[in-house]
């Protein structure tokens, strides 16, 4: 089956505009994750949406990040007045979420951001 | 802010070798996932040890987890060239809320 899709794959954009990412997670995972990857930063989680419970916004670096989830698939990330360091790879990933101990998370490609 | 660490940073074998990487971290666990990356892009889910679990095996990965040293290997037997990529090591702590937190990854090169 189709795994979680995002768009663009690549995006460049001047500092000081906003721009929107979009992630298409796998059909029926009800858990959705953001995280960004930057050279010398790893791996770092942004945002969680589990059903139709509150986001977990608590890696979110700035209130010009923003996230949403509506009719509980398709994810939007949102950058207000973009700066150069916000230039790095921004992956989703979505998750069966079971209730169990496994929490495998399926990653998309990826979109690479760079700021100029 | 990355809670795990690996080591090696890099490294660099022959096909047919073994490659071990270890990861440690830092706060109680769910369970502890390996992930593989190419091209810095997409992550492939590779391996998931359960917190009570000391050691699992898939195909060619072998596993283990010491939860009283919060630390877990990742050993790649009878390596290939396919196998170069870079590896990351997750963890789902506990009370975290299902978010993975990264270690800084190991950059794997198998030559020919």
């Known amino acids: 089956g189709a795994g979680v899709s995002q768009s663009p794959s690549n995006k460049v954009t001047e500092k000081g505009k906003d721009v929107e990412l979009r992630c298409d997670p796998i059909?029926?995972?009800?858990?959705l994750y953001w995280y960004r990857q930057s050279l010398g930063q790893g791996l770092e989680f942004l945002i969680y949406f589990q059903g139709n419970s509150a986001p977990d916004k608590s890696g979110l670096p700035s209130d010009r990040f923003s996230a949403e989830r509506t009719g509980g698939s398709v994810s939007t990330l949102t950058i207000q007045r973009t700066q150069q360091e916000d230039s790095a790879v921004y992956l989703c990933?979505?998750?069966?979420?079971?209730?169990?101990?496994?929490?495998?998370?399926?990653f998309g490609p990826g979109t690479r951001l760079t700021v100029l | 802010s990355q809670q795990g660490e690996e080591d090696p940073q890099a490294l660099s074998i022959q096909e047919g070798e073994n490659a071990t990487m270890n990861c440690s971290y830092k706060?109680?666990?769910?369970?502890l996932q390996w992930y593989r990356q190419n091209s810095g892009r997409g992550l492939v889910h590779l391996i998931l040890i359960r917190s009570n679990e000391r050691e699992k095996h898939s195909g060619r990965l072998r596993v283990t987890l010491d939860t009283s040293k919060k630390s877990s290997s990742l050993l790649i037997t009878a390596s290939r060239a396919a196998d170069t990529a870079s590896y990351f090591c997750?963890?789902?702590?506990?009370?975290?809320?299902?978010?993975?937190?990264f270690g800084t990854g190991t950059q794997l090169k198998v030559e020919l």
């Open positions: 997750a963890t789902d702590a506990k009370g975290g809320g299902n978010k993975l937190t």
């Open positions: 706060t109680s666990i769910n369970n």
């Open positions: 059909s029926g995972h009800t858990a």
């Open positions: 990933a979505s998750s069966p979420a079971r209730r169990d101990s496994y929490n495998e998370q399926f």
